[in-house]
């Protein structure tokens, strides 16, 4: 993730060093150089799962053992992850580090995350075969409702629907249960299926709002928008809740001079800059109100917020829309000085603190594994999302099919190969370090499935960012043993792995 959510080390020894030289400072990182520094960590996970007959889970242990650079120790939730999606009386879950001579791991897309359902969601598919059950009807038996590690309800839990409406639409009744039992011309076809869950967090942001001159709403804050939609996002929030056109709204961002924002990650983003709009723009209709009472405007002197509504530029008296005063006119009675607000946002932990929040997800995938050379093809893919309210669904379905592709990725492609003698990772290129193109990515479908959730913040959001890629993996390793029946327990999974 780059500098995204911490600062690596050459942007502040290269400002030291200028200070201390009291000249310019140039540090070079190559293309080969980024393959090498920072990466997803390696780790090695065991899991045992034991149920009884009924298919109920009765007991899990999870326990990973990570690498870290040896200079600092970087860790990530992985084991946890187990008893926070499924429910069990028995558990241990312990996690441990191993110093390397590499350089410091960092975030990447949904850390840990992925990692862990990507060996959860294949044991688990392989305890369902063990026990002759559906692995969808299995992970159903044993949904929990509440938090399994705390007891804590979730502020909202489509997760069911998710699975229900994925396997229509995807189509999961047409599936032979009997592994490589299903063919299409000479490729074994297979279906598999994996879930996934994501914490759903706010942090604090603070936004200005003004009227301008023109009528027109201008936002400020110091977010920053990495391609995955927020300018678009936080613009139309601000212009649904003042009731302007978005051509009507400008959203200043991307420097720290502004209003404090949070770090773009943790799929945080929107649910965090969002309400810190909300914030300031119902301010700013109370700051509207009173400008408004001050000018010669009788029917308006002594009605409430709730007594009016604000549309197309306009202050409007519920009732009698006759009765209304532009944007434009309020700041001209003000000898053109603007109306402005700064707002502070923050989620209200006393009252967060007795839920679970969290994202969720199912992932079902078709692949096509060649009898003859074992060559596989992710034919067609489905996630199913639970996120609370979907603000935009285009930029929404946008991160989900990124996510979608990233994990058919982790799943086949992409793998940094060390050498254990020198300690150097060889593959530095992209043309030894596979990541997918065209061919590889076919058919994908995204389902945002209902979830209304009042409780964990002003819009109902959850990020949508990670939540997407935490489930593919399995999925897809899932689908290669359903075609082939052989279980292969590690990633990526390459064609020499089905011989």
């Given amino acids: 993730f780059g500098s995204g959510l911490r600062p690596q080390y050459q942007l502040y020894l290269s400002a030291m060093a200028a200070l201390a030289l009291k000249r310019n400072v140039r540090v070079v990182l190559d293309r080969s150089q980024m393959f090498t520094f920072g ?19 009765t007991a899990m242990q999870h326990a990973t053992v990570a690498e870290t650079s040896r200079f600092e120790d970087y860790t990530e939730t992985v084991s946890n992850w187990s008893h926070r999606i499924y429910p069990a ?35 688990i598919d392989e305890l369902a075969y063990k026990l002759g059950m559906d692995p969808m009807e299995f992970r159903l038996l044993n949904y929990a409702e509440v938090d399994p590690s705390n007891g804590k ?24 249960p009997e592994p490589r039992s299903m063919t299409r011309g000479n490729k074994w076809v297979g279906y598999g299926l994996a879930a996934g869950m994501w914490d759903a967090n706010q942090f604090p942001a603070r936004m200005e709002a003004r009227i301008n001159a023109d009528g027109h709403l201008e936002i400020e804050n110091a977010v920053t928008d990495i391609g995955t939609g927020t300018f678009t996002v936080i613009t139309q929030i601000a212009a649904d809740e003042i009731g302007l056109t978005i051509d009507k709204v400008s959203f200043l961002y991307g420097d720290s001079k502004r209003p404090f924002s949070m770090i773009q990650g943790g799929s ?33 002197k002594d009605v409430t917020l709730d007594a009016v509504d604000f549309k197309d530029g306009s202050i409007y008296l519920k009732g009698q829309p006759h009765i209304s005063v532009s944007f434009k006119e309020i700041v001209a009675a003000r000898k053109g000085k603007v ?45 199913a999302i639970a996120a609370g309210t979907i603000i935009n669904p285009k930029t929404a379905r946008s991160q989900i099919e990124g996510s979608m592709v990233w994990g058919i990725s982790k799943a086949l492609q992409e793998e940094s190969l060390l050498d254990e003698h020198l300690g150097k990772f060889m593959n530095h290129n992209l043309a030894e370090y596979h990541v997918p193109v065209h061919a590889d990515v076919n058919e994908l479908d995204v389902i945002f ?19 997407g890629l935490v489930s593919m993996p399995a999925a897809v390793a899932n689908a290669i043993y359903h075609a082939t029946g052989k279980r292969v327990n590690k990633l990526p999974i390459h064609l020499e792995d089905l011989l």
């Fill in 268 to 300: 945080t983003m929107t649910a965090s800059t969002g309400a810190a709009v909300v914030a300031s723009v119902r301010a700013l209709k109370e700051k509207i109100l009173k400008a408004v009472k001050r000018m010669d405007v009788p029917a308006m």
């Fill in 39 to 57: 990466h997803r960590p390696q780790t090695h996970q065991h899991l045992r799962f034991a149920a009884g007959l009924d298919g109920k889970i």
């Fill in 153 to 176: 309800p979730f502020t909202s839990k489509a997760l069911r629907e998710c699975y229900l409406e994925g396997a229509e639409r995807f189509g999961w009744k047409n599936r032979n």
């Fill in 89 to 123: 009386d028995n558990t241990l879950l312990t996690y441990q580090l191993v110093p390397l001579d590499v350089y410091t791991p960092i975030d990447m897309r949904s850390p840990g995350g992925s990692t862990a359902f990507a060996t959860i969601e294949c044991t």
């Fill in 449 to 467: 499935v209902d979830e209304r959730d009042d409780i964990i913040n002003e819009l109902g959001i959850k990020g949508v960012g990670e939540i």
């Fill in 339 to 383: 109306i402005k607000t700064t707002n502070m946002a923050t989620p209200q932990m006393l009252k967060l603190r007795k839920y679970s929040r969290a994202a969720h997800g199912v992932s079902f995938v078709e692949v096509e594994v060649d009898k003859e050379l074992r060559e596989i093809t992710v034919t067609r893919a489905l996630t």
